[in-house]
């Protein structure tokens, strides 16, 4: 580690200045933006980067620091501490900050090199530095990680979720700062909502240093105390918002609202800089808008995806139990030194969703995370774009529902991250309308990024983790809780067999006729039990498995264009479903099918499955009957 | 208060015997549930039932006490407490839990007689109890609240952000416990995720009693000892799971786990109770669904909607600073004696949301919960079930996204809450992708309670907060940030003039045609404005503002069947907003018509939001250009 020179303490404390008037520059030039948190942090924010081994020339090595920024609204102070420390051109910062296209957004964000983590919504950054932190500890890496957060930020529960992790963990590689300045949007913090943060982080087991967090020798010194400290070490900074102007300090109406161009004048001459606003206004009109500034920039992944097992249709057997089995070779066989290793993570139900096998056997790449599922979402998702890929395997309500903004932010983040939800639809045990997530195709179909999989029995279900376990990227696999047949076809051999490799967006024909009925998942053996039942009554049905319902197989679609009516059968949300899916495709297509959905109604009750199905209408009885009526 | 006689806490502990043998047998016969944690709660559970204010006479007075129980899955030890007390018939609750269409399910719900709270998801049940205390002191009624609380439930951070709130408001008219089992699913608490619970209380301002959960008379104290201490009180009360049965105690197995038949006949025996198992298992043959049973008890509202207010053309203004004039006089005008209160509540955004009013006029009818969004949608919907009207203003990033199951929740328990979110669309200044909230149609429509309006202008906006005030049940009134202009007729006229009247599901043309462009909020002036262009080029367009866009006014929609080419037209994820339920309606009815969607089709930038139509194509030049295109 760096030990600061008097010298580079200086020269820092010049930069700080320059940064302070890149932050009012940018943010009056934008008319918006935050410069008076981003005024008391720069200093911290300085400090960190020059005594972080992360630059310009390291900044997509493994072995860099990570810096986190949890109160991205400071954007203006991370755009001028990193454009000042040469990660980009610092006057584009300024004269692009916040223009549509830009990548210097009102938050930061992941494509900005230098930025590991995009935040803004507040509470989630010690989340993602527990992610990192620990990331650097399973893979053996050398990397510390840095956290800034405001102190308004504390008062997010997640924030004590993440605290416990870090301890329980002991994540001595993680040294968090809370930019204390003392206000919030509203005011004073501890008129907003009074709050005891030293003792908090005490009680939770951290180690607390107090400082003024403008004085650059006070930072780096508290910086070189936490290191040695073997256990997460909380910088408390006491700042000053709008540090540096005198009209500016302590006002939180500087929380979130620029200085006019008069007050910017005012303000550089009091820092005694020059007043280039001009420069930056022309820049600003000739911005050029390129889309591949965007890309966030990925690790490669080389994921061993083992030996798929095919399930007899003698067997019965849940799909978690299949995916328990597949996550637990996987996980074995990706510890070999060239592949990309996969840890686990749990929130205190690993007995359900079946990766208790991982916590047994292979215990150092399994995360318990106790029932803290905000912060273990995002933990999870930050380990995983460090070279890893994470699984997090939990409850539908709590995976998704309970999550559904950390995995939005997942989403937006580009992580490497495989949420597998068991106990969604009606088939969570008698658990009750609480527990039953029969929205999770209609939540994730709002997150653009997200590749949803719901596997139809043991066979696809195998397939798909593996698949899932290898491409890059955010999926969901989603699975029921009770055991399911495994499909046969109409030979009576495991319809998803031997050969059979998972291609997600394929519609699988389970059997063929004119008139389709769509399903998925545990609901796909009752639509096969619908055939049955109406091919006995002289209809000619199809049963098509559709296991990615975000991808549709235009070309088994269009074969069925012609079909006036079209059914879809699921134990999900009927508004939200596959069906209101195939209703976008027909109605994008025009083709003139009337669409009849079999789904949920309302909020349902609490019993067995088929017990439940009777009583809500989707027995196969009941839609075989419907169907009949519908064609007549 | 009653105090106790030595009699009494003899016969409660005959009584916690016989509730022992109720939870086994309800379990067993049901083949699940969860008996460990309903045995270490029960004596707690019969001693609160006897001291409270609440019986089967009061059960719906707004007096009553009300008893909370945040780890729902102890629904056993609940309904057994209950149904001793004589709120049902034991037997019932023995005989029919699990089973579908029982109001027995799995988790303590609503409907059941003496349960104030539907949950289950753990740690939001102290939220849900500081509501409930909030709302007594806020109508000055004399009622305590007591709520019980897992151990392994306290690593939620929703708890932490609940425990500082109860300190800030001072809600010393309730007292929680914490059933100190030490045993979650997965095993110990303190190597499932470590805690110190007592110090984490102690530094949020609790004041915390340490007793036996198992002594009656030490419970019983420990109650009397907390209603005389001006704050909140934790009683950590230490129990053992599974406790009364020599062989189920201190084994996390049966934290969800019941007995076979020849477990519970020993478990029984020891007890020194019959086993009457066969009586119930007949029972279990008879049930009956009754729909009706399910309902949930409601306080009739009254509430005074005050003068609309219309804003001639010539004004410019957000939706939200309407909001904001229209919230303050309800506030105001329902100070009345005969009025339903109404409370507002905010997360630190109150200047944004336009809830500054309310809180600098009407401040003791303002709660500022700080950057605490889980906590705050609980704790709003709780209070809003004991006769209030609670809004809750924040961005809809944070209103919806981050506590999306926090109003999944709300709106299972049926609550009289009114979520109002700014910032919704691309509309939210410069804030970039994570503060878009383009997902709230798509995330709303998953819930089968909350009703949805999107005003289009001031005048709308007025009626539409007005309305749903006045309306008992969930509400989301979803507005962007911008200044919008006053939707005219072709004279030139506030469409939302005078006499208009908000009505639930109205589909209003705006503009008359042949063609319909469907869009709503503050899109519908660029949709007039793309009128304005198509006319131009001789395309017969009709504008309509679908401001219910869940439920759909079918004689409008009727009218336009024969129309071949539908267009709608949203800031909005463009797979899951309006577009998509249209498209469920033209398929639904296999009309034929073809549908042309024109919304945001990945994460967006960040920017003004003119700037950024123009980069995604939204712009209403560049949606004129396309619908001409079409129609050729």
Chains 1, 2 share one sequence.
């Not at 980067?49 to 609204?73: C, Q, T």
């Not at 008698?430 to 929205?439: A, L």
């Not at 043991?458 to 955010?474: F, H, I, M, S």
Request: glycine residues 10%; hydrophobic residues 40%; aromatic residues 10%.
């Amino acid at each position: 580690m760096k030990i600061l020179s008097e010298a580079e303490i200086k020269e820092l404390e010049k930069m700080s200045v320059l940064c302070r008037g890149d932050i009012l520059k940018m943010t009056t030039l934008a008319g918006s933006g935050h410069p008076g948190g981003s005024m008391s942090s720069i200093d911290m924010y300085l400090t960190v980067y020059k005594i972080a081994n992360i630059s310009p020339d390291n900044y997509k090595e493994l072995n860099r620091d990570r810096i986190i920024v949890s109160h991205g609204h400071t954007s203006p102070g991370v755009y001028s501490a990193l454009g000042r420390n040469g990660f980009f051109d610092i006057d584009e910062a300024i004269a692009y900050f916040r223009l549509a296209g830009s990548i210097f957004e009102g938050h930061i964000e992941r494509m900005v090199p230098g930025v590991e983590w995009t935040t803004g919504n507040l509470g989630q950054g010690l989340s993602a530095a527990c992610g990192m932190a620990l990331a650097a500890k399973h893979l053996g890496a050398e990397y510390g990680v840095y956290c800034f957060m405001g102190d308004g930020e504390q008062q997010k529960g997640q924030v004590s979720e993440a605290r416990r992790f870090a301890v329980k963990y002991n994540l001595d590689n993680l040294i968090a700062f809370v930019d204390y300045n003392k206000l919030q949007i509203s005011g004073n913090i501890s008129e907003v909502m009074p709050q005891n943060i030293k003792d908090e982080y005490i009680a939770s087991g951290w180690a607390v240093l107090e400082i003024d967090g403008h004085n650059i020798k006070e930072i780096a010194d508290a910086i070189y105390q936490a290191k040695k400290i073997a256990r997460p070490v909380l910088i408390l900074a006491k700042t000053v918002m709008g540090k540096g102007v005198s009209f500016m300090e302590n006002k939180e109406v500087y929380h979130g609202k620029p200085l006019n161009e008069e007050q910017l004048d005012a303000a550089l001459k009091e820092l005694g800089l020059e007043n280039d606003l001009e420069k930056y206004k022309e820049m600003r009109k000739q911005f050029v808008f390129d889309e591949s500034a965007h890309e966030i920039f990925r690790y490669e992944v080389a994921v061993d995806t083992g030996f798929p097992k095919t399930y007899g249709t003698d067997v019965s057997m849940d799909n978690r139990g299949v995916f328990g089995n597949a996550i637990t070779e996987l996980v074995q066989i990706n510890m070999a030194e060239n592949n990309t290793p996969i840890i686990v993570f749990d929130c205190d139900l690993a007995g359900s969703v079946k990766t208790d096998k991982v916590a047994k056997e292979f215990a150092e790449n399994f995360y318990e995370a106790g029932i803290q599922e905000h912060h273990t979402a995002v933990c999870a998702g930050a380990a995983s774009v460090n070279g890893l890929v994470s699984f997090f395997a939990d409850f539908g309500v709590f995976g998704i529902d309970e999550t559904y903004n950390q995995q939005r932010l997942n989403d937006i983040n580009d992580t490497n991250l495989k949420v597998v939800t068991t106990h969604v639809g009606i088939d969570v045990g008698e658990d009750g309308k609480t527990h039953q997530c029969i929205d999770y195709i209609g939540a994730m179909r709002n997150l653009y990024g997200f590749k949803v999989i719901v596997p139809a029995d043991p066979n696809q279900t195998d397939r798909a983790v593996r698949y899932a376990a290898k491409e890059y990227g955010n999926f969901l696999i989603a699975m029921g809780r009770s055991k399911v047949p495994v499909i046969a076809d109409k030979e009576g051999r495991p319809y998803y067999g031997d050969d059979y490799e998972f291609k997600y967006g394929k519609i699988d024909v389970i059997r063929d006729g004119e008139i389709p009925l769509f399903s998925y998942g545990s609901m796909l053996h009752r639509a096969v039990k619908v055939y049955d039942i109406v091919s006995n009554q002289g209809v000619n049905l199809a049963v098509l498995n559709v296991s990615s319902p975000f991808k549709l197989d235009l070309e088994v679609l269009e074969r069925f264009k012609d079909s006036k009516i079209w059914f879809t059968y699921e134990d999900h949300n009927v508004n939200t479903g596959l069906g209101s899916i195939l209703a976008d495709f027909i109605a994008e297509n025009g083709c003139g099918v009337k669409l009849v959905k079999f789904g949920v109604k309302g909020y349902s009750y609490s019993g067995k499955p088929d017990h439940i199905f009777e009583l809500i209408g989707l027995s196969p009885e009941a839609v075989a009957a419907e169907i009949v009526k519908n064609l007549k």
